[in-house]
């Protein structure tokens, strides 16, 4: 099965450093989109792609976090300076125009100490 | 504001009978719903999807119902095994949202042997 796939799994680090987090989205799939998954909040889209262009990242605190699509197989979020409330989990999903479900990877369990 | 919310937050079953699953949307606008399941450690995997234009839609061992008229969503899962134990998540795509899907809080289903 085709599976969207995030690196790395597991991330710690200290507040203040520079993260990022890649995505490998279906191949075939035009839209990506980035989730932010806590106890608290649940499942907040933080932004997306169709193909590659930005549609929107109206969820995301735009003074720390930047979500790129250098190309159409990587797609990247980083966080720059980390602070400890970034702790999350954070997913990456892609689609399709024809397919609507968005399919998940795994995820990166993100923790700043 | 309009929210994808749940019923109940948990729910305990035992291994061979049927699990209903519910979710309360307020976003009338919405044409299009999914169920996802999603274990400890992994990410949401897609379960079944529906269209606003449907009401009831069958896969393997699960059943979504789709009651426009009091906004309200279900997840039927016939012959629940403890392979089912996992949070399920609702989620909605108002029409013209740009593919944007809002989840639920999401339900934990155990099912005991």
């Known amino acids: 099965d085709a599976r969207v796939t995030q690196t790395p799994r597991h991330k710690v680090t200290e507040m203040g450093q520079e993260v990022t987090m890649r995505c490998q989205p279906i191949?075939?799939?035009?839209?990506v989109f980035w989730y932010r998954q806590t106890m608290m909040q649940g499942l907040e889209l933080l932004a997306y792609?169709?193909?590659?262009?930005?549609?929107?990242d109206s969820g995301m605190p735009k003074d720390r976090f930047s979500a790129e699509m250098p190309d159409a197989t990587l797609a990247t979020l980083k966080i720059q300076p980390s602070e400890p409330r970034d702790s999350a989990v954070y997913f990456c999903?892609?689609?399709?125009?024809?397919?609507?479900?968005?399919?998940f990877g795994d995820g990166t369990r993100l923790s700043i100490l | 504001g309009e929210s994808v919310g749940l019923h109940l937050p948990t729910l305990s079953v035992q291994e061979g009978d049927n699990s209903i699953i519910n979710c309360a949307y307020s976003?009338?606008?919405?044409?299009?719903f999914i169920w996802y399941k999603q274990e400890s450690g992994k990410g949401p995997q897609f379960i079944i999807d529906?269209?606003?234009?449907?009401d009831k839609r069958q896969g393997q061992r699960v059943t979504v119902l789709l009651n426009k008229t009091v906004k309200h969503l279900s997840l039927q899962i016939a012959a629940t095994q403890p392979g089912d134990s996992a949070v399920y998540f609702c989620?909605?795509?108002?029409?013209?949202?740009?593919?944007?899907?809002?989840f639920g809080k999401g339900t934990l289903l155990t099912v005991n042997p």
């Open positions: 191949l075939g799939h035009n839209t």
């Open positions: 976003n009338s606008a919405s044409d299009y």
């Open positions: 792609f169709r193909n590659r262009a930005p549609l929107d």
């Open positions: 999903a892609s689609g399709s125009d024809q397919q609507r479900p968005q399919h």
């Open positions: 529906i269209r606003s234009n449907m």
């Open positions: 989620a909605e795509n108002p029409r013209g949202s740009n593919y944007k899907l809002t």
